[in-house]
């Protein structure tokens, strides 16, 4: 029979077969089970932040049940005095001073990238609050919940008060985490600098940040007694 | 057909024993070619069913198979040209066909 000649070659070829087969065999087996195991891991975080959470809300619900009633009042008015910007905040945090570029602008380019814009103030302080500072201030002006950032003219306007660079932006939050998201690769640091817009941020222990100091009205709305919106 | 069975047979245990897989951007070539191995196998023992058997045809059709439809392959990701697709197709019906000569041969031979 014919395939007695070739033996010795077939043998070499189902070796190769068979060797190249479980290399195949074990690469799937290892796409299979890397994917269940990142989802294990991603589930525990989770698990544990909600943990972590829930006994924060735990300790605050003990907190205020043991206070009288004065004295409950009285955190939930030292809370929303911190929370609306009434009354000044120190604490660790970083100073951050951003200037025009020192760089001569180049023939073709546009010479608005080389200045500091409301966009890129807006940016830095989304940045901010995003790894969790807990209050802002641009040029003495405390960041409230109706505080906006916007161009006005070669000024930019904080709380209807102009300002103009340099930009002090001061926020209180825990200094290593702000600090690095506003130098993390890619980020408002690394994109300003392009422009050689002058960005530098400067953790310290205390920093001191301003009341609002003007008088919030609300003359168009009133509070609502309705939990849900009712068509 | 003993020496097929064995050599399978130590192939697996070395890629059992070996440590390494497939990196997953190479897995789509390797698939080919393993597919290329197994078309020429199954043509190697149709040829022998059918007679024409030559040790020196199947050595280099097995090599040169697997490697060119892994090339091929590679060659078409680069220009965008979903080739991979093609090549399963290719071989999987051709490794079909030839089963099934070997199942008749098989079944006119007892």
Not at chain 1, 10 to 34: N, P, W, Y
Not at chain 1, 38 to 53: G, I, K, M, T
Not at chain 1, 208 to 223: E, F, G, H, M
């Amino acid at each position: 029979m014919q395939l007695e000649k070739g033996r010795l070659s077939i043998a070499c070829v189902c070796m190769v077969l068979g060797f190249m087969l479980v290399i195949q065999f074990k690469s799937t087996e290892d796409i299979r089970a890397s994917q269940p195991s990142q989802r294990v891991e991603e589930l525990a975080a989770r698990l544990h932040q909600a943990e972590a959470e829930n006994k924060e809300l735990e300790a605050e619900i003990r907190d205020l049940r043991g206070m009288s009633g004065d004295a409950k009042s009285e955190k939930i008015t030292d809370d929303i005095m911190m929370i609306s910007g009434m009354t000044p905040l120190e604490g660790p945090g970083v100073i951050i001073t951003i200037d025009d570029s020192a760089k001569k602008a180049k023939m073709e380019n546009d010479p608005n990238l080389y200045l500091v814009h409301d966009e890129d103030i807006l940016k830095v302080v989304n940045e901010l609050r995003a790894a969790g500072a807990e209050a802002l201030s641009i040029n003495g002006q405390r960041l409230t919940a109706n505080s906006e950032i916007r161009c006005a003219g070669p000024t930019i306007s904080v709380n209807n008060v102009r300002s103009a660079p340099p930009f002090e932006i001061r926020a209180i939050g825990d200094k290593d985490n702000l600090v690095n998201s506003i130098n993390m690769r890619g980020g408002v640091a690394d994109s300003l600098k392009v422009w050689g817009i002058n960005l530098t941020i400067q953790p310290l222990d205390n920093v001191w940040i301003p009341a609002y100091k003007a008088t919030t009205k609300y003359k168009l709305a009133t509070t609502s007694s309705k939990e849900e919106e009712t068509k | 057909m003993i020496y097929a069975v064995v050599g399978l047979l130590i192939g697996g245990a070395l890629g059992f024993l070996v440590p390494f897989g497939i990196p997953a951007g190479y897995s789509s070539l390797f698939s080919v070619a393993l597919m290329a191995c197994m078309d020429s196998v199954f043509g190697g023992i149709k040829a022998a069913c059918s007679g024409t058997f030559d040790d020196k045809i199947f050595i280099s059709g097995f090599f040169t198979n697997s490697l060119m439809a892994a090339f091929l392959v590679y060659v078409g990701d680069r220009l965008g040209i979903d080739l991979y697709y093609v090549a399963l197709l290719a071989f999987g019906l051709r490794i079909f066909n030839n089963l099934g000569f070997i199942r008749q041969h098989l079944l006119k031979k007892h």
